[in-house]
């Protein structure tokens, strides 16, 4: 097959000609009067007073950045988890505990919410005041 030989499989959909009389009616589908319904009626390009007006909507340089921190308890990697395990983010989206924020590793903060008793190893991530007494009070390291 060759470029000169594809033929479209439906038919060509004619474009509707509004207001040349016929079934239509009067007004032909245009309403009554107005600029609307006038023949080669020019209305405003809407979308470029639209680009001049964004400028001064309020904060529209600042866009507020969507936070890619992934957050953990300490309960879930106390279920998760054996005792002298390391734990990284690497390691966090292998085992499907967190996962990528638009496409990217997300940073990880553990929270201290729950009970740890197992020693672990935490890498990479950030950890609350809390959080870091528990696994220190539980013989774990933060590095």
Not at 11 to 33: F, L, P, W
Not at 65 to 94: D, M, V
């Amino acid at each position: 097959m060759q470029l000169h030989e594809i033929k479209p499989i439906h038919k060509r959909k004619r474009r509707k000609r509004v207001g040349r009389g016929g079934k239509r009616g009067t007004y032909s589908g245009r309403g009554i009067k107005g600029q609307k319904a006038r023949a080669g009626r020019k209305l405003k390009p809407v979308i470029r007073e639209l680009i001049k007006r964004y400028p001064k909507l309020i904060g529209y340089r600042m866009k507020r950045k969507e936070s890619k921190i992934a957050i953990l308890n300490l309960e879930i990697l106390e279920k998760k988890f054996n005792s002298g395990e390391k734990i990284n983010p690497k390691i966090l989206l292998e085992r499907k505990i967190i996962r990528r924020i638009k496409g990217r590793m997300p940073k990880v903060k553990i929270l201290g919410k729950g009970k740890l008793i197992k020693k672990l190893i935490i890498e990479n991530c950030q950890v609350s005041k809390e959080a870091k007494e528990k696994i220190e009070k539980a013989g774990g390291t933060i590095k």
